[in-house]
C-alpha cells in the first residue's frame, strides 16, 4: 500500500451495540430518545443505533484514504532512501503510540492473548514485505505497472476470503473487478519481457498480494483488540524488519538535513497515523472487502496530491478513473448492505 489500511471483547465501538428491550416478566416502560435518536429504556445509558457508527466509518475511511494518498508523492519528495523512509515512518510512529499504548493500553497489551499477539506479530511482518517488495519493485519495472500490480490488493483479498470459506457475492467481484479496472484506467500496464522488469513486476505483485494479508489480518486481530493496541504491536514489528532490512541493504539511516526529518515526520503522520492506523480501525466495522477496495483510491488521490503539491499535471485519465474506482467501490458497500440487512 503506498505510499498503508490498513475485535476479546473489547468496548464495542459507537453503535455497534443493539438496543436492549425489557427482561422477561418486567413491565414495558416508555422508550426515551436520544439525541442521536437512539432508543433506550429510562434510567439506561444511551446506547447508539448502528447509522452513526458507520457513517463516522466511512468518513474515517475518507481520511484514511487521503493520508495514505500522500505517501508516494511524499515519498518522491523526500531526498533519503526508501526502505530507510519505511523504517523511520514506522519507528517515529511506534514512538508517537508508545505514550498512549503503554499507559492507557498496558493492561489490554498484557492480556492480549497469544492468538491476537502473534497475528499482530504476523500482520507487522508482512506490512514490513509489503514495504520492502513494492519501493525496490519502483526502481526494477515502470511506476505505471509496479502500481497496477501493487493494486491488486482487493483480488487477493477476495480470492484469500474465499479459499478460507467464504463465499463473496457476485457484487463483491464485479465491484472489485472494476475498482481494478479504475486503476488501469489511470496507469495503464507495459508488462516487460526484460528480466529485472520481470522481477520487478513479480515483486510488485507480491506487495499487493502482502498488503491483502495485513489488511485480513488485522480485520482478524480487531475483533478482539482496540487500535492502539494492535498497530503498537504491528508498526513496532514492522519497524524492526525493516531495520534489518535496512541494515543488510545498507541503507543510510541518518546523515539527512533538517527538511527531510520534517517530510519524514509529516509522511509518519499522513501516511502511518492517519493513514494506515484509521484504515485498521474502520475494517472491524467495514470489513476487509470494502476496505481494501477503497485503497484503490490511493492511486487517483497520489496524482491529484502531486498535482497540487509537486505541481504535476495529473493524467487525463485520473478524474473518469476516480469515477470507476467509486463506482466499484460502490457495488461492494452495497453487496455487504444486503448482506448485512
Not at 42 to 68: E, H, M, Y
Request: proline letters at 7%; glycine letters at 10%; hydrophobic letters at 50%.
Amino acid at each position: 500500500m503506498t505510499a498503508p489500511q490498513p475485535t476479546a471483547a473489547v468496548p464495542a465501538d459507537p453503535g455497534a451495540g443493539p438496543d436492549v428491550g425489557p427482561a422477561a416478566g418486567e413491565r414495558a416502560r416508555t422508550p426515551a430518545v436520544t439525541a442521536a435518536g437512539a432508543r433506550t429504556d429510562r434510567g439506561q445509558a444511551p446506547t447508539p443505533g448502528p447509522a452513526p457508527s458507520r457513517s463516522l466509518d466511512f468518513t474515517l475511511l475518507a481520511v484514511a484514504i487521503a493520508g495514505v494518498s500522500m505517501s508516494a508523492p511524499m515519498i518522491a519528495a523526500t531526498s533519503a532512501p526508501a526502505l530507510a523512509i519505511a523504517f523511520w515512518r514506522n519507528a517515529m510512529a511506534v514512538g508517537a503510540l508508545s505514550p498512549v499504548a503503554l499507559w492507557r493500553h498496558r493492561g489490554e497489551l498484557r492480556h492480549m492473548g497469544r492468538r491476537a499477539f502473534a497475528l499482530s506479530l504476523a500482520a507487522g511482518v508482512v506490512l514490513a514485505l509489503h514495504f520492502g517488495m513494492w519501493l525496490p519493485s519502483l526502481n526494477m519495472t515502470s511506476v505505471a505497472t509496479s502500481t497496477a500490480l501493487c493494486t491488486t490488493t482487493p483480488i487477493w483479498t477476495t480470492l484469500i476470503l474465499r479459499l478460507r470459506g467464504h463465499r463473496p457475492p457476485g457484487l463483491v467481484w464485479a465491484g472489485t473487478g472494476l475498482a481494478v479496472v479504475g486503476v488501469l484506467v489511470l496507469t495503464g500496464i507495459d508488462l516487460s519481457s526484460d528480466t529485472r522488469a520481470l522481477a520487478g513486476d513479480a515483486l510488485a505483485l507480491g506487495a499487493g498480494l502482502a498488503a491483502a494479508g495485513y489488511v485480513l489480518l488485522g480485520a482478524e486481530v480487531r475483533r478482539t483488540a482496540s487500535t492502539t493496541a494492535y498497530t503498537f504491536v504491528c508498526y513496532s514489528t514492522t519497524a524492526v524488519v525493516l531495520l534489518a532490512a535496512c541494515l543488510v541493504s545498507g541503507s543510510a539511516l541518518g546523515g539527512y538535513d533538517g527538511e527531510t526529518w520534517l517530510k519524514i515526520a509529516a509522511l509518519t503522520v499522513a501516511a502511518q497515523l492517519l493513514g494506515h492506523s484509521l484504515l485498521n480501525r474502520v475494517v472491524r466495522g467495514l470489513g476487509p472487502s470494502t476496505t481494501s477496495t477503497a485503497i484503490l483510491l490511493e492511486t487517483p488521490g497520489a496524482a491529484l496530491v502531486a498535482a497540487l503539491w509537486l505541481g504535476q499535471t495529473p493524467p487525463a485519465a485520473a478524474y473518469p478513473a476516480l469515477g470507476v474506482i467509486l463506482a466499484g467501490l460502490a457495488l461492494v458497500v452495497l453487496a455487504d448492505r444486503r448482506k448485512t440487512a
